[in-house]
């Protein structure tokens, strides 16, 4: 259904890889419902990825920056207002990345300097993009900023890693700029803890087919898909969601709330049975 709730509405997507990505699937919902934006990703994601397609299906503009970056942050939020013929009325913080994950270290061996560049990339880029905006007061009166989140801020997985700690941050900071931003201008802070998604980045967490078989199973309504958490950023980047703020918001068909489930606990008795023959 296309109702067009984000019509004159303008904005910056961080994060598009590729149209596995969510960022990639909340571009395309925007489009449909009306909104101009432009896409932003690192220069070395720009080259692996395939962004140029999703511009030109979207009618939007790749800008290449650093979200570690605050002097790319504010060249891009520039040359982003210049484009767009005004001020900013959304933004989408779709960015993650461990080192440590990638390289097999367990939680209790880190190589710090590489969780440090974990927190920058995954985490303070938040923080950045934030003050740079707030900086160059980039964004409208009742403006939506929302970065992607995971239950693993609130919960052991025990492959996630150090992504936990900096999922955990990324919603600290959502709260206390979401504070600030609010006072200032009635611009909403929020983020959103999405289910496992078969994106490019959730494949490459060790044991993701089992996180995302367990969540499924455990949900009443199943995993939360990419196509479904671009629905809720649309919902969230529009006026019918004027008063939500500072939140963590729990997309993921309601595993958060469960304790176990039928599903669950039939495999999990099946085990033992196999176990004991």
């Given at each position: 259904m296309r109702n067009k709730i984000l019509e004159g509405k303008k904005g910056i997507i961080f994060g598009a890889l590729d149209d596995k990505s969510i960022a990639w699937k909340v571009a395309e919902h925007a489009h449909r419902e009306g909104a101009e934006f432009v896409l932003t990703n690192a220069p070395i994601a720009l080259r692996m990825g395939s962004i140029n397609k999703l511009a030109e299906t979207t009618n939007s503009k790749v800008i290449p920056a650093d979200a570690t970056s605050m002097e790319d942050l504010r060249g891009l939020y520039k040359e982003a207002m210049e484009h767009l013929g005004g001020k900013l009325d959304f933004v989408l913080h779709s960015i993650g990345m461990s080192v440590n994950v990638r390289k097999g270290k367990k939680y209790y061996e880190q190589n710090h300097e590489w969780t440090m560049k974990g927190y920058d990339v995954s985490s303070l880029s938040f923080h950045k993009t934030?003050?740079?905006?707030?900086?160059?007061?980039?964004?409208?009166?009742?403006?939506?900023?929302?970065?992607?989140?995971?239950?693993?801020?609130?919960?052991?997985?025990?492959?996630?890693?150090d992504m936990a700690d900096n999922k955990a941050v990324l919603e600290s900071i959502a709260r206390s700029f979401g504070y600030h931003y609010g006072k200032r201008k009635n611009v909403r802070v929020n983020t959103i803890s999405q289910s496992p998604t078969q994106t490019t980045a959730g494949s490459g967490v060790s044991g993701f087919d089992g996180f995302y078989r367990f969540a499924n199973d455990l949900s009443p309504l199943g995993n939360a898909s990419a196509e479904d958490c671009a629905n809720y950023c649309v919902v969230l980047f529009s006026d019918y969601t004027k008063k939500v703020t500072m939140q963590n918001l729990f997309h993921d068909g309601g595993f958060s709330f469960m304790g176990i489930s039928e599903d669950v606990m039939n495999t999990y008795m099946q085990g033992i049975k196999n176990s004991n023959d």
């Open positions: 934030l003050q740079v905006a707030w900086e160059l007061d980039a964004l409208n009166e009742w403006g939506s900023v929302l970065g992607l989140s995971y239950i693993a801020a609130q919960r052991v997985f025990h492959s996630y890693n």
